[in-house]
């Protein structure tokens, strides 16, 4: 079974443009979520999709952060305009539908983003 | 007061001996606890999931709670230098959201 996948790896950007991150959950789960660690703090809750509807969106920062996820598979994450402040790594995270597993999640490789 | 605390560490065991990584939680009502183990630049790898009060074990892992001191550790038996990296204690939010809510880690270095 393959795993989370995100692209990309990096990107570095400078501040004011328009970054996409794209996260492919594993297959079969429902439950989408987007996290962040930026420098010297822990990982924080951005958002969680079931399906293709947000079921929780409060951790995300600002409405310059967009989330997406067409037809319930991946999803992509814009940030339009970076600000320097939103260098870190995001994580994506996925976790079955039904319990007790649905608390289970798990995490893909993370996009460093880095904004100049 | 942070909502999931950890030691920062480094905690350095000795390969062979037993490592105890700890947390605690500040909301009562928590229900699910989890440990997750993250190598430097890689994305957290889930290891332990408990539920209940008690002990779970699995493999050389130990998951420990206790609700009523709001207290959740996981012991590593015969730690290998492999085991060394940061250990992520995550607890799931008392409300109807699914989100983790994660401490700062802790660094484990286990020693030849």
């Known amino acids: 079974e393959a795993g989370v996948t995100q692209f990309p790896s990096h990107s570095v950007i400078e501040k004011g443009q328009t970054v996409t991150l794209r996260c492919d959950p594993i297959?079969?789960?429902?439950?989408l979520y987007w996290y962040r660690r930026v420098m010297g703090k822990e990982i924080k809750f951005l958002l969680h999709?079931?399906?293709?509807?947000?079921?929780?969106e409060s951790g995300m920062p600002n409405n310059r952060f967009l989330a997406e996820r067409t037809g319930g598979t991946y999803s992509t994450l814009k940030v339009q305009p970076a600000e320097l402040e939103d260098s870190g790594v995001y994580f994506c995270?996925?976790?079955?539908?039904?319990?007790?597993?649905?608390?289970?999640?798990?995490f893909g490789p993370g996009t460093r983003l880095t904004v100049l | 007061q942070k909502e999931v605390e950890q030691n920062s560490g480094p905690l350095s065991v000795p390969e062979g001996a037993i490592a105890s990584l700890n947390c605690t939680y500040s909301?009562?009502?928590?229900?699910?606890f989890f440990w997750y183990r993250q190598y430097s630049g890689k994305s957290p790898e889930l290891i332990m999931s408990?539920?209940?009060?008690g002990d779970k074990e699995d493999g050389r892992f130990t998951a420990q709670l206790n609700k009523a001191s709001q207290y959740v550790s996981l012991l590593i038996r015969d730690s290998q230098p492999s085991d060394s990296a940061t250990y992520l204690c995550a607890v799931k939010g008392v409300d109807s959201s699914y989100k983790l809510i994660f401490g700062s880690g802790t660094r484990l270095l286990v020693r030849p």
């Open positions: 297959s079969g789960h429902d439950n």
């Open positions: 995270a996925s976790s079955h539908p039904g319990p007790p597993s649905y608390n289970e999640q798990f």
């Open positions: 909301d009562r009502g928590s229900q699910s």
């Open positions: 408990i539920y209940s009060n």
């Open positions: 999709f079931v399906k293709e509807s947000k079921q929780d």
